[in-house]
């Protein structure tokens, strides 16, 4: 080989990343991180326990917290890939485990998420009725002030209260006028 292809063959190693692919104990689940196991354990944790983390409610994470398992992962394979390939050597395990179906079948996925997502809803909903109530307690004054507010019907032009313009825009007067500018 020459020093040209050498030179290339070393840059492209340069480029590859260390990549582990873990199975997490007692769960058939297959990740793969190219930081530290410890590092990757930590974000696992930090996106099960923290509500907040968009990631808080993948079945991974409720199985977990329903067991009240401990995130423990296990290395099962050390790669030096590039960006592209990387999710092929996560994928062969993946396969190899039949990892996606088997711990999906395993807790009774669909029902589960069923269930979680009226919860969530549930609080979702309830939640923001709090935040509306509270709102509206706040801002009394403001709001009375706002609905007393006189506008111009965007339609006809006429002048109503704010609070009263959707029922205005119903009425026959409104439509009349509208009819009317028109023609003019
Ligand atoms: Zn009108």
């Given amino acids: 080989m020459n020093y040209i292809t050498i030179l290339k063959i070393i840059i492209k190693m340069d480029k590859l990343k260390k990549l582990i692919v873990y199975k997490i104990d007692g769960i058939n689940y297959i990740g793969s ?19 907040k983390n968009k990631n808080y409610n993948i079945s991974l994470y409720i199985h977990i917290r329903e067991k009240s398992l401990q995130i423990k992962l296990i290395p099962i394979a050390y790669y030096f890939v590039s960006n ?9 395990w993946i396969n190899k485990y039949d990892s996606i179906n088997n711990w999906l079948k395993s807790i009774n996925w669909i029902n589960k998420k069923k269930k979680y997502h009226k919860e969530y809803c549930k609080k979702k909903k309830e939640k923001k ?19 007393k507010q006189k506008i111009n ?32």
């Fill in 84 to 92: 592209k390939s990387r999710r092929y050597a996560e994928q062969y």
């Fill in 33 to 51: 991180t190219i930081e530290s196991l410890n590092k990757r354990k930590w974000k696992h944790n930090s996106d099960c326990y923290n509500v």
């Fill in 129 to 147: 009725k709090e935040y509306n109530k509270e709102y509206r307690e706040k801002n009394k004054e403001i709001i009375k002030k706002k609905q």
């Fill in 153 to 184: 019907c965007p339609k006809c032009n006429c002048v109503v209260s704010k609070r009263n313009i959707s029922t205005h825009q119903k009425s026959k007067k409104c439509k009349k006028l509208m009819l009317l500018h028109h023609q003019l």
